[in-house]
Every structure is written in structure tokens, then in C-alpha cells.
């Protein structure tokens, strides 16, 4: 190979390692998009064959003023806010302990992983069975300790409703958190530790000082994504209560999810899904920034 | 010593408590799957019925699709694994080892595609994988859910090779070894508990999706086990027993996934390797 044949072969080797999954996502998810965005500008009734005209930004007008979709964006960010923060706190807690060595440590990571395996949908009626006076413990031990006043079934009251799906988005995404701090904390090496006892630091100024900065760019990124799946994730809300009572659990994502199959108004469901895009976007631009500072600051 | 006992007693609770709370819902499944139906109602609440049978089981194993939905989700399931793997140790190396024109503009793409709600996409989707024959087909469920999880996987990936350091590599290549050599003799295993972990989520997640396998496939000779679960819901009547023993049964090949990947997390990066 001549060098300039040498040249194009090395410029070329960054894509030939990212084509698969560009290709990929460009043909099964992109172009989907686009048309998926396209609706939100269409009228696109599934019942209606006269439907399917050009609406302009009519659903977009129509959003703004709608109740049900301010409401849904309030729920969102408690859903959102109240699974991703305490997932994470409790996975990066549980890695920690499954850091260190023990008696028994390889049984308990498997046993503590499981609730990952079971899909969501079972989840979601698992905790429903959980939560019913009938046929679950959960409302007889809560009014023993006096959390609550009386047995009712807290999915069946506005007030508290949400709280169901947010405990079983926790009990179901703690694994996810656990699994990936833990293998980002496997990949720092242990001399730097053990230096820094040699050193005299305590275990807490190690981790300050050793473990959160040598994991923050990859907390950063799994927070991210976390965030936005949990924002898009409708299923256990749909399962648990089906955004009642009374929408008062509805998040965006299951408001989009009745929009589209019980309305079947997929042209505004479209333009829902679109807000929902733009503003997880920008949430997304502002932690892909603050990564990059942190990034900066360590080298 | 008195701090030693402290530490390792508080660390002891923490663990007991978490593996309560995780089990405990499962422990929950089990036990409806094994409550007769004359008692589902009747003790509802306590924690063990007076009388256990298999009933629900046996209708399940014998009455029932499942064991054709099981082997179809076994291989959508595993399919995805090994295909997102492939492309995300590929993509996560490229974007973790090089710059190069149009990465930001890849890296946006792949973040964009994690924030839509996925259900927009049905529709549009099926109109394209109709016409190619790819609808209620096992492959076409496989690239779809390649596609859903190829860019998280290759984020995960990426972060993976970031905590190795170049040299590695580097030296290798000085002794001759092709860039590609050095990738796939000496970054990949040093990886592996990544890999791993990788799979680990691709297989569970492509396990538990409902919305698209249920949309796309609708013969049930392709349908997977979370659709079968779904059709307990829309009989006529609620057979909660043996949906519970479905639902047990599909905890099986996930619960041996985990067992079998979990010596690879634990591994963690070897230390020499790194010292390099």
C-alpha cells in the first residue's frame, strides 16, 4: 500500500467502527421519525379514511391550550424526578456495597439484580396485586405503621395515586443504576486506593476525591438517558392506573399513549410526542454541556 | 475493631434490607401462582395460602402457547443480545478512540433517537417493514429492538473503553499488530465485564418489550412472551393464577442470564493490565 493508499485507510477507520450503527438507526429509527413527525402536522385519524390532510400547526395550537397536557407535564417531572433520583441513590448505595469483598457477595449480585429481569409489564401488575387492600399486604402494613389512615387502595385515590408507579419504577430500575455504577467502579483501579490509604485518607475522602470524579463522566451519561427513558417510559403508569384516577396520573408519555390507542388521534399524539422531543432535548443539550465541564476541569 | 464490626453490621443490614425489598414482589408472584383459585380472594393477604397447587403450571406447560411464545422470545431475545453487542463494541470503540468529522452530529443522532416516545413509531414502522416481510416475523423484531438499544448500548460501550488507557493499544500497534488486531486481542477482554453487563441489559429489555412485539407481530405463531401474558388480560375473563405462572416461568431464562453473566462483573479490569 502506497501512503497516500495508507492515508485514506486511516482516515477512513473511524467509520468503518461507527457505520453499523449509524446505518442502523438511520434506516429502522430516523426515518420512521420523520414520518412519525410528519403527522404532527397532519390530520391523522385511525378510524377516519378521510383523514390524513395537511392541518398545518393546528394540534400545536390546540396543545397549548390543552389542561390535560399542563397537567401531564407537571406529573412528568414528579415521576420523572422522584424514580430517577431514588433509583440512582439506591444503586449507587447498593454498588458501593457489592464493591467490597464479602461471604456470599457473588449470590447476593444475583439475587439483588432480578428485579431488572421481569418485564415491566408484569411489574406493573405485581405491584397492583401489592397495592390492593384484597389481594396484596402492602395496605395493611402501611396502616399498622401508620403511614396511612386507613387500607384504601392509595392507586385508587388522586392524591396518592402516583406513588404507586413511582415505587415499582424504583424496585424495577434500582438494578439498572446498581449494575452500571458497579462496573464503573470496577474499571478504577485499586492502586489509586490503595495509595490513598497509605496516604491516610479516609474511606469518605476517597470516595470524594477518588470515586465520584473518576465516575462522574459516566454517571453524567447514564443519568441522561435514564432521565429521558423514564420520562418516555408509559408502561406501568398505563398498567397501574391507566393515568386515572381522574388523569391524575397522567405523565406525557402515557398521555400520548391514550391519545394514540383510545383516541386514536395519532396526527396529535405526533405533535405531543414532539414536545415532549424538543423539551428532553434541551434537558439532554444542558447535562451533555455540564459533562463536558467536568471533563475539562479533570484534565 | 469496634469501627470494623460497626461498618461491616450496618453493611450486612443495608444488604438484608435491599434484598428483602427486591424479592419480595417476586416472592408475591410465586405465591398467587400457587394459590388455588378458590382461595385467591379468600386469603388474598396472607402470606402463604393454607393450600398450594401446581395447577396453574400445568395449564400453562400444557394447555397453553407459552412454550411456543418462550422459544420465540428466547430467540428474539438472545438474537438482539448478540447483535447490539456486536454493533456497540464497534461503535463505542470508534467514538471512544478517535476524532473525527461528523462524531458530534452521530452522537446527536443517537441521543435523539433515545427521546421520542417510542409509541410514535409504531405506526410509521409497520409501514415500512410490511411491504419487506419483515411484520410477525422473529427477525424483523430483532433488528427493531437492535435498533432501540444499539445506541444506549454503544454509550455504555464507549464509557467502557474510555476507562482503558490507549497505550495499550498503542504499544501493541508499535509491535506491529493492526489497530483492529489490538482491538479484538486486547481491549475486547479487558471489556468483558462490560460486554457483559451490556448484554445483560440488551437480553431483558428486548425480553419485556410489549408495544412493538405486540404491533408488529400479530399472527401468534411469532408473538413473544409479554404479548402472551397481555392475552390473559383481554380474555374474558382474568385467570390472575395462571397469568402469575406464566409470568414465573418467563422470570426463569432471564434469572439464568443473570447467573451466568454475573462472574463477569464481578471480574472487573485485571490490575496488571492496567498498570500496563
Redesign the interface.
Known sequence: MNARGRRIAIGAEPYLYTAPVLILIAAVLLVPLGVGLSYAFRDIQLLDPFSGGFVGVDHFRELASDRSFRAALYNTLIWTGASVALQFIFGLVLALLLNREFPGRRLVQALVFLPWAVPTFLVGLDWAWLFNPVVGPLPGWLFAVKLTHDTNNLLAAPGTALIGPIVASIWWGIPFFAITNLAALQSIPKDLYESASIDGASVFKQFRSITLPLLAPTLAITILLRTVWVANFADLIVVMTDGGPADSTQTVASYIFTVAFRRLDFGYASSIAAVLLILLFIYALAILSLRRLIMQRQS | MLRRTLY?SS??L??GL??L???F??F??IK?ALTPNDL??SE??R?WPSRTSLEHFRFVLAHSEFPLFFRNSLIVSAGTAVSVT???A??G???S????RG?PL?VA?????????????????F??LAPIGLTNSLTGLV??Y???N???A???MQ??F???PKELEEAAMIDGAT?FGAFRRIILPLTL??IA?TG??VF?AA??E?LFALMLNSSSRAST??VG??SFVSKFSVD?GQ?MAA?VL??IP??L???LI??Y?????T?GA??G
Do not use: E, N
Not at chain 2, 109 to 125: N, S
Open positions: 461491616w453493611h450486612y443495608l444488604i435491599y434484598v425489598f427486591a424479592l414482589p417476586l408475591w408472584l398467587v385467591l380472594y388474598g393477604i402470606l456486536l454493533v456497540s464497534a461503535g470503540y470508534g467514538l478512540r478517535f476524532t473525527f462524531k452521530l443522532l443517537m441521543l435523539i433517537t433515545q427521546m421520542f416516545p417510542l409509541v410514535m413509531l409504531v405506526a410509521p414502522m409501514r415500512l433488528i427493531v437492535t435498533a432501540f444499539a445506541p444506549f454503544t454509550f455504555l464509557s467502557f474510555d476507562a482503558i489497530r465485564p462490560g453487563a445483560g441489559f431483558t425480553w419485556s410489549l412472551f409479554p401474558l397481555l390472575f397469568m409470568g418467563a422470570l432471564a434469572c442470564f443473570f447467573f454475573q462472574r462483573l464481578v471480574r472487573g479490569l490490575a492496567v498498570k
